[in-house]
């Protein structure tokens, strides 16, 4: 299993929510009171959600330094992955990813662009406008395209989003019904 990209500062921000959480954990074991386990997964999923947002932004940094180039479609790398689900049965996915030269000012770059597609809409004759960064040319999207290298992240930040939302709801309206039914 491959472990993200992150930077150490968004490794920091999720340990120190792992800490927190277990803090309080620990707190609600030495208590024995039903509010301190509501609070043991707020700090990790709010660390959850700062290092998403810190890690947006830095790839919107890294992909906002760039330089523009001509690439060329070498060739493609195909993925197909065997998918079983209890209402639609078995299907088989298939995903493509080009695999991209171009030549940047330390010599020429050969790179697979990292957003899988079902179809492909690249063309081995045709060249390409991209922008890269001159740090780490890995980091390149094509010039119509930028939008693509964000969309996972948004997407995985909108899901924390979700969760931390979710959690909050959650636990005020258990606490309220603890506290109204309960008296706890």
């Keep these: 299993m491959k472990l993200p990209d992150l930077s150490p500062l968004e490794w920091g921000i999720l ?10 954990l620990a707190a ?9 386990f509501l609070a043991v ?3 990790f999923l709010v660390s959850v959600m700062l290092a998403a947002l810190h890690h947006l932004q830095r790839i919107r940094k890294l992909l906002d330094l760039t ?4 690439a060329r479609i070498v060739d493609e790398r195909e993925f197909v992955s065997r998918t079983t689900t209890r209402f639609f049965g078995s299907f088989i996915l298939r995903g493509y990813r080009p695999i991209v030269e171009f030549e940047t ?8 662009y990292p957003i899988n597609t079902t179809t492909p809409w690249y063309s081995y004759d045709k060249e390409y406008q991209i922008f890269y960064n001159p740090e780490q040319p890995a980091y390149f999207y094509f010039a119509d ?3 693509e290298r964000l969309g996972d992240l948004k997407y995985d930040l909108s899901i924390a989003v979700g969760f931390v939302v979710g959690y909050l709801v959650v636990a005020i309206l258990t606490g309220w019904l603890l506290n109204d039914l309960f008296g706890l």
Excluded: D, H, I
Excluded at 15 to 24: D, E, F, I, Q, T
Excluded at 28 to 36: A, H, K, M, R
């Design 41 to 43: 997964p707020a700090p």
């Design 28 to 36: 609600g074991l030495l208590t024995s009171t039903l509010g301190w």
């Design 105 to 112: 000012e330390q010599g020429t770059v050969r790179e697979e």
């Design 145 to 147: 395209r930028r939008e």
């Design 67 to 70: 330089l523009p180039a001509t």
């Design 15 to 24: 340990a120190a929510g792992a800490v927190l959480s277990l803090g309080a």
